[in-house]
């Protein structure tokens, strides 16, 4: 190729690059900022959850959250606080989002607490309304300027102080209502669209949102202390939705914001398709954690803490199934928490709940053994007639029911827990012999 040639298409390139450029920044208008403040950072870990730090899962959730935005509102500008893992001070998040001249600020953190029962989502607006409840969480979230440096510079507030209050109450009026009715969408949209625990809009004084010339809320996504909502919000599917709750909640926001300040609405615009998922049909998919000579009692430490297991003896072998559902979005999520409780081997089982077992198979119901051999209707049985004694070596292992479907020996299952025997599993025989 000729020098020449080559400076030509230089030549093209370019003036094309320059096109493109002027074009794509004609179109972009954008009209709102959001400032997302990935909560904590750095050597501020905060809270410490059953599965990650506080500020891991702030921090994919907002990069998430910011990145639907991106990709979906060109109208948008998004800013983040922070998109690594650095500490940042508070007053630092506060300034990033005036300068920016923020229409929204919304700070992400999780929840904790020393009753590892409690669980939900809060959403917490900027108040001086004192209530020992939302004390705690302040408190907490505001603890990090004991890391920072210029402590005096949140000293200067001080909520004790009428002239100070009045003075906070003044700017904070302006914004009131917006970061209420935003908080409202999100803690609404934790419900309908994710199906969480709403603990409901809260106020409580936060450094973080004190100073912000702008609508703005702290969204506490769930309790990381407690072992399944830690667990969850830990998971890529627990952040990926949570990211999702909050995009709809500002989707709505946004929208109202456009009608208020005359945008005419794009109802074409993309949106994040909600998955509507069909269950199944006569399907039911478990996760097979492991399979065992052994058959170890709920506690045992070799189930890792992995509860409510279904046991199926099978030969020799006990299976051991984990959780139990129609949707495939679920199988995926169980089958994540398999793992990372470390069974690492296991694996999605589909079973079809309506086939039925060939020739003389079926399903019967173990729940009790004993070096005993009691008579029918014993009073041990708790009621269950028809009870098959299998003797093997000195042990007599009882049975009930005798099903050619899985769905129905899941149902006789059911009823056999019902009787008291929690521990009871489904074992497949040929006749009366266990197979
Ligand atoms: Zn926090």
């Not at 059953?50 to 907002?62: G, P, R």
């Not at 009608?259 to 269950?279: H, L, Q, S």
């Not at 708790?382 to 009870?387: H, K, T």
């Amino acid at each position: 190729m000729s020098l020449k040639m080559i400076n030509i298409q230089k030549y093209l390139f370019f003036a094309l690059l320059m096109l493109f450029s002027t074009f794509s920044f004609a179109q972009k208008k954008e009209n709102f900022v959001i400032v997302i403040d990935a909560g904590h950072g750095g050597k501020d870990i905060g809270a410490r959850g059953v599965a990650d730090y506080e500020k891991n899962i702030t921090l994919d959730v907002s990069l998430k959250l910011g990145a639907l935005i991106e990709k979906n509102n060109p109208d948008v500008k998004v800013v983040y606080t922070r998109k690594t893992d650095v500490f940042l001070e508070l007053w630092e998040r506060t300034r990033i989002s005036n300068n920016n001249k923020a229409n929204l600020f919304v700070s992400v953190h999780c929840n904790s607490a020393a009753n590892k029962a409690a669980y939900g989502t809060e959403t917490f607006v900027m108040g001086l309304n004192r209530s020992n409840e939302t004390d705690e969480v302040s408190k907490r979230e505001n603890s990090v300027i004991f890391l920072e440096k210029d402590r005096e510079i949140y000293e200067k507030f001080n909520p004790n102080d009428p002239e100070a209050v009045i003075a906070f109450e003044i700017m904070n009026a302006a914004y009131k209502e917006q970061s209420i009715r935003f908080a409202d969408l999100v803690e609404k949209n934790f419900v309908n669209f994710q199906k969480r625990h709403s603990r409901g809009v809260k106020q409580a004084n936060f450094h973080v949102l004190r100073g912000n010339a702008s609508p703005s809320v702290l969204v506490e996504i769930g309790f990381i202390s407690n072992q399944d909502e830690g667990t969850y919000l830990a998971s890529d599917e627990g952040k990926k939705s949570t990211a999702e709750t909050l995009y709809q909640a500002f989707l709505t926001y946004k929208k109202e914001y456009d009608r208020r300040n005359g945008v005419v609405a794009e109802e074409d615009k993309p949106k994040v398709e909600k998955k509507v998922e069909k269950p199944l049909e006569g399907k039911k998919l478990k996760v097979k954690v492991l399979t065992s000579r052994i058959k170890y009692s709920p506690s045992s430490p070799q189930l890792k803490g992995l509860t409510d297991l279904e046991v199926v003896q099978d030969g020799d072998d006990y299976i051991y199934y984990y959780g139990d559902t129609d949707m495939r979005s679920r199988a995926d999520e169980l089958l994540a928490v398999a793992k990372r409780k470390g069974f690492s081997n296991s694996q999605i089982v589909e079973f079809d709940l309506n086939k039925r077992l060939e020739g003389g198979k079926n399903y019967r119901i173990q729940f009790m053994t004993s070096n005993k051999r009691y008579r029918d209707k014993d009073d041990k049985y708790n009621g269950l007639v028809n009870v098959l004694r299998v003797k093997e070596g000195s042990i007599h292992k009882y049975y009930f029911g005798a099903d050619k479907t899985l769905q129905q020996a899941q149902k006789t299952l059911e009823q056999v827990q019902s009787k008291g025997f929690k521990n009871a599993f489904v074992v497949t025989f040929n006749g009366e012999v266990p197979m």
